[in-house]
T-cell receptor
Framework: GAVVSQHPSRVICKSGTSVKIECRSL??????MFWYRQFPKKSLMLMAT?????????EQGVEKDKFLINHASLTLSTLTVTSAHPEDSSFYIC????????????FGSGTRLTVV | AQKVTQAQTEISVVEKEDVTLDCVYE???????LFWYKQPPSGELVFLIR??????QNEISGRYSWNFQKSTSSFNFTITASQVVDSAVYFC????????????FGTGTRLTIIP
């Protein structure tokens, strides 16, 4: 149980276009989701925390107008990279906080974005 | 502020050898949780263990074992009789309170098991 499905797994887009990444909790309700970014051979850096029904909280240095996060339902959170540039190429991964205290988090399988 | 340090960037060992991955953390919270995750080349994060700050018992799960020492703020991970399938990047992470707040990740250790 507690599976998060993340799509797409890989996407290539042209500079200037927007890309949407979806994370769905399949068998539980995720009131809180975290979005991370990982550069090649680097650690995961938290970009933002999204709570269902409210605005996301962005970490310092993350452009909220560039990385739009929507968490409109208890089972779906989306990250839209707007007007993508090559420097946005990265691995993006979502994580849902499990509501039961003892179970921590579950992660999506990640999305590798390449902007050409 | 929270910080997780994994000083070993890359480690290579020959198959069947034992290997220990180090993790040192910093936090001002009295209650916190520590995690280890495995990230294979495919990219997904595989949960390995979650340990709260009040439980200093060492844990063993098959070939994996963890040594949590609050006195040195360390949470080290040992793989015994390593196998090629253990090759991956391993991350140590820290979360305040009850372990369901945002995670602070270490920089990861890339482990390569040589056949």
């Amino acid at each position: 149980g507690a599976v998060v499905s993340q799509h797409p797994s890989r996407v290539i887009c042209k500079s200037g276009t927007s890309v949407k990444i979806e994370c769905r909790s399949l068998d539980f309700q995720a009131t809180t989701m975290f979005w991370y970014r990982q550069f090649p051979k680097k650690s995961l850096m938290l970009m933002a925390t999204s709570n269902e029904g409210s605005k996301a909280t962005y970490e310092q240095g993350v452009e909220k107008d560039k990385f739009l996060i929507n968490h409109a339902s208890l089972t779906l959170s989306t990250l839209t990279v707007t007007s993508a540039h090559p420097e946005d190429s990265s691995f993006y991964i979502c994580s849902a906080r499990l509501n039961r205290v003892n179970y921590g988090y579950t992660f999506g399988s990640g999305t590798r974005l390449t902007v050409v | 502020a929270q910080k997780v340090t994994q000083a070993q960037t890359e480690i290579s060992v020959v198959e069947k050898e034992d290997v220990t991955l180090d993790c040192v953390y910093e936090t001002r919270d009295t209650t916190y949780y520590l995690f280890w995750y495995k990230q294979p080349p495919s990219g997904e994060l595989v949960f390995l263990i979650r340990r709260n700050s009040f439980d200093e018992q060492n844990e063993i799960s098959g070939r994996y074992s963890w040594n949590f020492q609050k006195s040195t703020s360390s949470f080290n991970f040992t793989i015994t009789a390593s196998q090629v399938v253990d090759s991956a990047v391993y991350f140590c992470a820290l979360s305040p309170n009850f372990g369901n707040e945002k995670l602070t990740f270490g920089t990861g250790t890339r482990l390569t098991i040589i056949p």
